[in-house]
């Protein structure tokens, strides 16, 4: 019997000791953040999608289409080519091609890239109706961050 | 260490011809090609360099005696996998069994099958464990476990007619 | 105390509950052969979100597969990330650094008290009491704004490299880091003890609900938290000590009653563990590199490799199979609620619909890591 | 005046709309509670503060299709959610409001309220039963079980609280209760009644949430569990009416409450008693139905049965003794 008789006390007094908790809580300040109105700032090393560094003065892709960013991607969403440059030393970017309905945000093409051409960009809310908005001209993308730089 | 003793003597015992005359000479994990392919038996291997205790190769017929054996010792099986070994014709099934709390050991029990007609005698009489791992291997692998008691696909759709780890599986 | 009753085995209908259920956290449904509201039989079916990661493995180079590992349990990413580097760094023979371990620990350890403080959530969602969800999600916030600080992405992250991990902490993620914990010690004993474990109605709710003798936890390979609440002192940070752990003093909890409740307090008490292990990594952490020297095609030596990590759910292992080329020649991935789940048939017979859900959710699954 | 067809009209333009505004707004309340202890903000969007969000809901229910599942008995799939609005509509016929706003005071008024409360059971049976889900089949098994084991005790309760007060017309509890607090039931102090007052007080609460199928009790419409319980099949207005049945539910519950315990329309001090110190206690007494369901999980069905015929019913028929007692004794 005496079960019975503390299942009763204990219990109640603990179902007091919830609803006074739960009052506690009722009174203090919201916690969640109103997303459409304050927009989050994101980490220094957010990881959004990749983008092309451009050389600071004359705005041009750094890169110098080795193409280890195309082979150390794992699931091959990177296309870029190239033409000989006029002056004859190295190669010019002509088209980057981003899929990034395919990109796992790995990081290897940042990592694998060794002339500083590739970074992380801080873009995060990305949505679209169409499948093909994701697949992103990264030269078109440099070319635009150029000229609101001006 | 004493619990490896135990068992490496416990196992000795299913290989009584080869072992007794002269343990197979001690393979640091080389490479099993070139070595003479290694005749059934127990072989102690350093845990650090590959995660394993104890190595054991033994005939397909003789993996539910081990697994006896290990239920006796008081292992649990821990995974069942398949490696196609293309270039040997073969098919492989790995059982790793491991100890479930007190000192460590965990032991690799290896099998070959012919790649034609891969047939293994089923544990999930001994461990109820490999009762889902078996039928993954053969969803897997399409390595057949005699007296399976329930031996359909797992992951893959029911109707699926193709095994997709083996080496000459093309999507 | 589930009702002894005899079953009526020719008067049942099959319930199933759904690949699409509230209750299943996924996509997983498990056959109920029922009579009224008994279970008379359970019978989990998987594979409804199967991508076949071992072929994947097989297709790619070694350093490929890693992004891959962090989608299978997305709760608990790092550890996956940890266990795949473990096996492949011992395939290679490749060094870690002191300062990379510790890192390496240090967020793996966050992220195994965000994945309990969701499980808790989520375990409470089925039992039917919202607001602690929130409460969960406030703290599991702050742990995923420390690791995006450092690994760039909030769920499934690709940190740890082979030879060490990919960024440095820096001491805002340090100084972050400690004011999370001293915030939730404080709210661990009022928020998650007295509002929800002392509640009549949870502890009426788990206890003796869903009993799991340690016998069947050895025939069908259960292993981490569903194991500790059986009696079972099992934990790989302890019995087969890798990486750094060796250097922390925490213990393992383990209760022997059996049930849902033991399994749910050793969860809690894993958290409050974790912590004591974070603050002391943090006491000790040394300076030097982060990044140990790898080669960049790694062409590891033939042979077997196996590697076992404690994940939030069990023991994650890695059979690694090399034939000395470039690619994994087989990759598989035992995965811990894989076995802990195949013990829901044998134990669900006979139970109340209502705790057959409970005890699922006790057992924390998350079905992408089940069927792989 | 007293028959006349524009009081009649009047009361039943009052009540539809009492009801209406009620069924609504509560679902808004709830949100904003749910939300508030969630610490979070709730609906916000539509309207100043969200108080549209119910208006918007109301519309988007009214504009969607009712799928009725075929093979399945269309006539008692349509009724099901009618007649669960149609008790706790009807009961609000004789809750006393005020002095004189009560659409109609009948001398059984207590048992009139009891028996339409009854009949919502059979509601939740039938939407169960015809929608030929299994979930829903076993929501509404569990649904039967839970009513039945809480009218008895509720039933109990009440009988003591109309012993002490004399008479089953619910205007005559109240009036019995007027001119301060010290006069109400739950305080009465003449002959110690108010120690068993507050034991029928819990106890009548406690089976007021059960009887509603809410919180800790919500069996029936178990979300976890039985997905959406009686109501899976139900699409637009079905699930619509539904709610409204189980929020005005509440709402009755909320009144009887009020004017067996917390003495009707009669303010605390004795000074302007009125409707609105009815109004103000009612919604006391709901926002605790509110602050209930977001602060404790879902019991099973076997504790809650056991809560009931092991625990609920011998204290309440030892409450009734009691008061017997004390009051042959006095």
Known sequence: ?150 | MEIQEQTRIALAELFPAITTVDAPPVVEGGSQDEAPPRAPGVLVTDFAGCGSHLDVLCRPDQVVDVARIMDGQGFFLEAVSGVDWIDRHQLEVIYDYNRLGGDHCRVMVRTCLPRTEPVVPTISGVFPAADWHERETFDFYGIQFQGHPNPIRILLPEDADFHPLLKDFMP | ?372 | ?330
């Open chain 4, 1 to 330: 005046m007293e028959t006349s067809i524009w009081r009649a009209l009047l009361y039943l333009v009052g009540i539809m709309a009492f009801a209406g505004l009620n069924a609504a707004y509560l679902g808004w309340c709830e949100r904003k509670g749910a939300a508030r202890v969630q610490r979070r903000i709730g609906p916000c969007e539509a309207g100043w503060a969200g108080l549209a969000q119910p208006l918007c809901d109301g519309l988007k229910l009214l504009s969607k299709q009712l799928v009725v599942p075929n093979g399945v008995d269309g006539i008692i799939f349509r009724v099901a959610p009618v007649l669960a609005m149609i008790p706790a509509i009807t009961s609000m016929v004789v809750i006393p409001f005020s002095a004189n706003i009560e659409a109609r005071a009948m001398e059984l008024s207590v048992l009139l309220i009891f028996a339409l409360a009854s009949l919502s059971m059979i509601a939740v049976l039938l939407g169960g039963w015809a929608s030929g889900n299994k979930y829903a089949i076993i929501s509404s098994a569990r649904a039967v079980s839970q009513n039945l084991a809480y009218e008895i005790p509720m039933l109990v309760t009440v009988i003591t609280v109309v012993m002490i007060s004399g008479s089953m017309n619910l205007r005559e509890i109240a009036l019995d209760q007027q001119g301060g607090f010290w006069h109400w039931n739950i305080f009465r102090l003449e002959n110690g009644h108010f120690l068993t007052m507050w034991v029928s007080f819990i106890i009548f609460f406690i089976c007021s949430v059960a009887e509603t199928n809410r919180a800790p009790f919500d069996m029936a419409e178990a979300e976890s569990e039985l997905v959406a319980g009686f109501m899976t099949e139900y699409g637009s207005m079905g699930f619509g009416l539904f709610m409204m049945g189980e929020y005005l539910n509440i709402v009755v519950g909320a009144c009887l409450t009020a004017t067996l315990f917390f003495g009707g329309w009669d303010c605390p001090f004795g000074l302007t008693p009125g409707v609105w110190w009815f109004l103000i206690k009612i919604y006391i007494l709901i926002f605790t139905f509110i602050w209930i369901r977001w602060t404790y999980p879902r019991t099973q069905i076997y504790r809650l049965l056991n809560l009931s015929w092991k625990i609920l019913i011998p204290f309440s028929l030892a409450n009734l003794l009691i008061t017997a007692a004390l009051i042959k004794v006095f």
């Open chain 1, 1 to 150: 019997m005496n079960g019975y008789w503390s299942d009763i006390f204990t219990g109640s007094k603990s179902l007091v000791t919830g609803l006074l908790i739960t009052a506690r809580e009722f009174f203090k300040p919201v916690v969640t953040e109103q997303y459409p109105y304050e927009v989050p700032t994101m980490t220094p090393l957010f990881r959004g999608h990749i983008e092309l560094i451009g050389n600071a003065e004359t705005g041009e892709p750094n890169c110098v289409v080795c193409g280890m960013c195309q082979r150390a991607c794992p699931s091959q969403c990177i296309s870029l080519d190239g033409k000989k440059a006029e002056g004859g030393k190295g190669k010019v970017l002509t088209r980057y091609i981003l899929d990034f309905t395919k990109c796992s945000l790995c990081g290897l093409c940042v990592e694998s890239c060794n002339f500083n051409a590739l970074r992380f960009s801080k873009v995060y809310n990305l949505a679209g109706f169409d499948k093909n908005d994701f697949v992103m001209d990264m030269l078109k993308r440099l070319e635009e961050q150029n000229r609101c730089k001006q």
């Open chain 3, 1 to 372: 105390m589930t009702v002894p009753i005899q079953l009526r085995h020719d008067e049942t209908f099959v319930l199933n509950l759904g690949p699409q259920h509230p209750a299943t956290h996924g996509v997983l449904r498990v056959k109920l052969t029922m009579d009224g509201e008994y279970i008379v039989k359970a019978e989990p079916v998987l594979g409804y979100v199967h991508r076949m990661h071992e072929k994947m493995a097989e297709g790619g180079t070694f350093v490929q597969f890693m992004p891959n590992t962090a989608r299978m349990d997305y709760l608990h990413a790092l550890a996956y990330n940890h266990g795949y580097a473990l096996v492949v760094e011992k395939a290679a023979g490749i060094e870690v650094p002191e300062r990379a371990e510790y890192i390496r620990v240090i967020t793996v350890e966050l992220n195994r008290i965000a994945s309990h403080l969701l499980w808790w959530a989520a375990f409470l969602l089925d039992l039917g009491g919202f607001t602690p969800l929130l409460y969960a999600f406030d703290d599991r916030e702050k742990i995923i704004d420390l690791l995006e600080r450092i690994t760039g992405s909030r769920l499934t992250y690709s940190y740890m490299r082979f030879g060490g991990v990919c960024n440095d902490i820096d001491d805002e993620f340090i100084t972050g880091t400690r004011d999370f914990i001293k915030r939730l010690r404080g709210r661990l004993p009022r928020l998650y003890h007295d509002l929800v474990t002392h509640n009549i109605i949870l502890i009426k709710r788990i206890k003796d609900i869903g009993f799991i003798t340690a016998e069947q936890c050895r025939r069908y390979g259960a292993t981490g938290p569903v194991a500790r609440g059986s009696g079972i002192n099992y934990d790989i940070r302890k019995n087969e000590p890798y990486s750094v752990y060796p250097e922390f003093d925490f213990d393992v909890p383990v209760f022997e009653e059996c049930d849902s409740m033991a399994r749910y307090m050793v969860r809690l008490q894993e958290i409050e563990q974790s912590m004591r292990i974070i603050e002391q990594a943090l006491d000790k952490l040394p300076d030097g590199p982060i990044m140990g020297k790898a080669p960049k095609m790694l062409k590891p030596e033939a042979g077997y490799y196996y590697s076992a990590v404690e994940t939030a759910r069990g023991s994650l292992g890695h059979r690694l199979v090399c034939d000395g080329g470039k690619n994994p020649y087989k990759l598989k991935l035992r995965s811990p609620t894989f076995s802990n789940l195949s013990l829901y048939g044998e134990v669900a017979e006979g139970m109340l619909l209502a705790d057959a859900l409970a005890f699922m959710g006790s057992l924390d699954l998350v079905i992408p890591e089940i069927d792989r």
